[in-house]
T-cell receptor, first 120, second 112 residues
């Protein structure tokens, strides 16, 4: 099946530092990847859509300069949390979109295992 | 504006019985729906999906039903197993957009 990896799985950093999270599709090419954020006991909130070779599309309320997204290849997207603060502590999850994989569905996203970010 | 709603935050079911998880949506542009299963500190795992041209899709123990007129879908798990205990999210998308809109999740607990 489609496998998506994330690295690191968890990170603790000091306030004011930047953190980079990688999202890789291991056995398929993903022209589109998505970045989500999840707070405890809440739903997954889409932050941005990352398209290979073009600028990311951010959801309303998400700061572009704070959450830098780079989709440099068909298998890699990165999210950099710049000048992280304690309120950025969260669970960040990426997903990669597969189109037309079978006759039973036309559009499915496969998720990475997530990255737990704690900013002290 | 919560476009996808899972009104039951939790559900407890006895092993071997049927689990029914419900989801409602408000956006009539949604035409593709998915169910994901999520364990704590892990990413969601795709379970099953359904296109709006269908009203039922079955995969093993999992069946998803779609009622377009009521803007309602449900996931049936039968028989339920303790390993099914997790948080289940329904999600919806409009074909052109590709963005998934998630519900709040329902925590299923299957007791032996």
């Amino acid at each position: 099946g489609a496998v998506v990896s994330q690295h690191p799985s968890w990170v603790i950093c000091k306030s004011g530092t930047s953190v980079k999270i990688e999202c890789r599709s291991l056995d398929f090419q993903a022209t589109t990847m998505f970045w989500y954020r999840q707070f405890p006991k809440q739903s997954l909130m889409l932050m941005a859509t990352s398209n290979e070779g073009s600028k990311a599309t951010y959801e309303q309320g998400v700061e572009k300069d704070k959450f830098l997204i780079n989709h440099a290849s068909l298998t890699l997207s990165t999210l950099t949390v710049t000048s992280a603060h304690p309120e950025d502590s969260s669970f960040y999850i990426c997903s990669a979109r597969i189109l037309g994989m079978s006759t039973t569905f036309t559009d499915t996203q496969y998720f990475g295992p997530g990255t737990r970010l704690t900013v002290l | 504006d919560q476009q996808v709603k899972q009104n039951s935050p939790s559900l407890s079911v006895q092993e071997g019985r049927i689990s029914i998880l419900n989801c409602d949506y408000t956006n009539s542009m949604f035409d593709y729906f998915l169910w994901y299963k999520k364990y704590p500190a892990e990413g969601p795992t795709f379970l099953i999906s359904i296109s709006s041209i269908k009203d039922k899709n079955e995969d093993g123990r999992f069946t998803v039903f779609l009622n377009k007129s009521a803007k309602h879908l449900s996931l049936h798990i039968v028989p339920s197993q303790p390993g099914d205990s997790a948080v289940y999210f329904c999600a919806a998308t409009a074909h052109q957009g590709g963005k998934l809109i998630f519900g709040q999740g329902t925590e299923l607990s299957v007791k032996p």
